[in-house]
């Protein structure tokens, strides 16, 4: 029997806590997809008094069962992934058996991260709050037709391929008045890491390679359940999120499709993530950003740190005509909020529920989102002391907090079937 590809993806800004459902949700797939971003993802999965955090490895990694595919929407940087094999290895997780990689999966090369630096110090006070991981320099190659594949490893005159493109590089670099060698890339100088690189590209050829829009293809025709899982969130998408304060890939449903290679015919249901508030890394619109203690808090009760980056989190109230913005975009058929537990303690909630521009309300997400030309009406609701930690039963939840997941059920028509309560996988709610 023919099945269809389940998808996984963020509403927000990423951080939604995405990497902890897939691996929830893992024993119930037989494969699971990463279909865009690269290392500037930190998915982070808590179990057994260990937490792992995932930047280019698919997050049902910890499920000895599936196989685990880096579609060819991602990017990879052999440095990073090696580093992440590492990590896993020695905590004994065994990751050379049911991980595959798409042969047309592009490569983030030393000069990538060199170029993103340069950009990024080039711009000052406008810069976008990049990662500096080398996505934007890697897809722009990819979209120019100059970029390198992981198939082209296996090519006898790589080497001079890469040449080619490293040269190109440093002349781009050389325009700019910035001097590359004071760079440090890892905490190390462009030529070292660049060494280190070259040296990592061998453990990278030890992964078995795949054509894998037939692989995928053909485990749907097999009955195989497929789960894809996005990176970064909508709100972060290069089409429709905030631009130019926006990743480089398609974070959204359709992303999917071109990085994977399933038709849409063959998408089946749209999970999005969600947290119970709001969170982003780097510049850019935030309407319901809070300065202030309430904001300070929700830093520090929910952990907000980069994941990727170390770089503390803007927090904010839930926003809702953003979160029915994102809805629409996926397509999505059931919802998952994640950090209920945070907002204990809190003595009143809000959210978002319009914004006023120029005099006039709207839900809808406005082109060029920016704070001070957008005023927010909010909703307010009671708060709750009660601690979510035991908590494994919905109908045991604070009353208040039941209140507020039904206000959102309401408003944007879709349910919400998970509620996580804490970071570590036991501490989920399903409805």
């Not at 991980?99 to 990538?112: D, E, F, G, N």
């Not at 809000?350 to 839900?363: D, M, P």
């Not at 609701?381 to 208040?400: A, I, R, V």
Request: aromatic residues 10%; contains cysteine; hydrophobic residues 35%.
């Amino acid at each position: 029997m023919k099945t269809k590809t389940d998808v996984l993806l963020g509403l927000q800004w990423g951080d939604e806590g995405k990497g902890k459902i897939v691996d929830v949700l893992t024993p119930s797939y037989d494969i699971v997809a990463r279909f865009q971003g690269g290392p500037n993802a930190g998915h982070t999965i808590e179990f057994g008094h260990k937490k792992f955090v995932l930047h280019t490895i698919p997050s049902g990694i910890f499920n000895r069962r599936a196989i685990n595919v880096i579609g060819n929407g991602v990017l990879i940087d052999p440095f990073v992934f090696d580093r992440e094999i590492d990590s896993l290895s020695s905590s004994g997780v065994d990751i050379t058996a049911n991980v595959l990689i798409s042969r047309k999966a592009h490569l983030i090369l030393p000069t990538h991260r060199l170029l993103d630096a340069v950009y990024e110090k080039a711009m000052g006070k406008e810069k976008i709050g990049s990662t500096l991981k080398g996505i934007g320099p890697a897809y722009t190659d990819k979209t120019a037709r100059k970029g390198l594949r992981v198939g082209d490893l296996d090519l006898p005159d790589f080497d001079k391929r890469y040449r080619k493109v490293r040269s190109q590089h440093l002349k781009l670099i050389s325009l700019y008045d910035v001097d590359f060698k004071n760079i440090e890339i890892e905490g190390m100088s462009f030529e070292i890491y660049e060494k280190r690189w070259l040296e990592k590209l061998k453990r990278l050829q030890q992964f078995k390679k795949t054509d894998s829009e037939y692989y995928l293809n053909e485990a749907l025709a097999q009955g195989k359940k497929i789960l894809a899982e996005g990176a970064q969130g909508t709100m972060l998408d290069v089409d429709f999120g905030a631009y130019p304060f926006v990743t480089s890939s398609s974070t959204t449903t359709a992303g999917v499709c071109s990085g994977l290679g399933i038709p849409p015919s063959k998408v089946g249901e749209v999970f999005g993530i969600f947290k119970a508030y709001c969170t982003r890394v780097g510049s850019g619109p935030f309407p319901t950003e809070l300065f202030d203690e309430t904001g300070e808090k929700l830093r520090e009760k929910g952990q907000e740190f980069g994941a990727t980056t170390g770089r503390p989190r803007r927090c904010g109230w839930l926003d809702l005509p953003a979160l029915k913005y994102a809805i629409m975009l996926n397509g999505v058929t059931e919802l998952k909020m994640m950090k209920a537990d945070v907002l204990s303690g809190f003595p009143e909630i809000k959210i978002a529920t319009h914004y006023k521009i120029n005099g006039q309300l709207t839900e809808k997400v406005p082109f060029g989102a920016e704070k001070e030309n957008t005023e927010v009406v909010y909703k307010t609701f009671e708060g709750w002391n009660e601690s979510l930690e035991e908590m494994t039963d919905f109908d045991n939840l604070p009353k208040q907090l039941k209140t507020y997941i039904q206000f959102i059920e309401s408003e944007v028509e879709i349910p919400i079937r998970l509620v996580s309560v804490g970071p570590n996988r036991k501490e989920t709610i399903i409805r």
